[in-house]
């Protein structure tokens, strides 16, 4: 059993690549020209890890083995971010676009959808995967416990409506919103003391699209049967 960083694969077969990242050598894409993602770039020697989820993860040898890169190129990116809490939330905002700009995302190929309240989210983030026009959505709220007494419903409607966004479309939908104690915790994360919460979701994001472009790129190939 080998032990591999993340978003690092070693081995024989096709699949288990570095997958890659090069997004200077890509190519500009008009922005009534593009589609959800194009077929992933070719392989980069220096591809940065992806770390923006913590932990580590062991793939035996011999299996085939899918893993997916924060990389943005010829990708487009929908971001759905809630106006309450507007303050955190334009910092969360601020880092996804940082981090996906970073990742190769050009600016013309991100949208970004305003809702009232994280409450709106899960709608925002359907409608924008609904629309096919993007790799993957990318959700930002905030909901702080000490400003209100419904905190458990907003927040829990939040995560599961955008799960469901999700399951639904099988667009990958990912969860940046705050839900927090009070303010102190929530600037901490939205670029503090923890970070930038909006960074880890858009990197995500893009994860979740890359490995599915690649497993969409295997199994569209004719191969072997399951049988
Ligand atoms: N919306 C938030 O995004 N965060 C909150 O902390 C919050 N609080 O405290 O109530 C909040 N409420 C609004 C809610 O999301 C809806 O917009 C509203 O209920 C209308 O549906």
């Known amino acids: ?21 090069d997004a200077e050598a ?4 008009e922005p009534d020209e593009r589609g959800a ?34 990389n943005g190129v010829r990708r487009s990116v929908g971001i759905v971010v809630s106006r309450y809490n ?19 995302v050009q600016r013309d190929r991100i949208d970004v ?3 009232p309240g994280a409450f709106e989210l899960p709608l925002g983030a359907m409608a924008l995967a609904k629309s096919r026009r993007y790799a993957c959505v990318v959700a930002l709220g905030c909901v702080i ?10 927040a829990a409607e939040a995560a599961s409506g955008l ?3 999700a399951l639904e479309t099988g667009v990958p939908v990912v969860l940046g919103v705050l839900t927090t104690e009070d303010r102190a915790q929530a600037e901490a994360r939205a670029g503090g003391a923890h970070g930038n919460k909006g960074e880890e979701a858009a990197s995500s994001a893009l994860e ?11 199994t569209a190939a004719p191969g072997p049967s399951a049988a």
Do not use: C, N, W
Not at 1 to 6: A, K, N, Q, S, V
Not at 26 to 29: D, G, K, L, M
Not at 145 to 154: A, L, M, Q, S, V
């Open 86 to 104: 507007g303050d955190i939330t334009t910092k969360l905002l601020e880092g996804a676009l940082g981090a996906l700009t970073a990742a190769g």
């Open 145 to 154: 416990r000490g400003e209100t007494p419904h905190f458990d419903y907003i």
């Open 37 to 70: 993602e194009d077929p992933p770039a070719a392989p980069a020697a220096s591809a940065p890890p992806a770390e923006h989820a913590p932990g580590r993860l062991v793939i035996p040898d011999g299996v085939g083995a899918f893993v997916g890169m924060p």
């Open 113 to 115: 959808l305003q809702v």
């Open 163 to 165: 799960q469901l966004a």
């Open 208 to 218: 979740m699209a890359d490995v599915f472009a690649r497993l969409r790129a295997v």
């Open 1 to 21: 059993m080998t032990e591999r960083p993340p978003g690092r694969l070693e081995g024989a077969d096709e699949l288990r690549v570095t997958p890659p990242f």
């Open 26 to 29: 890509e190519t500009r894409v």
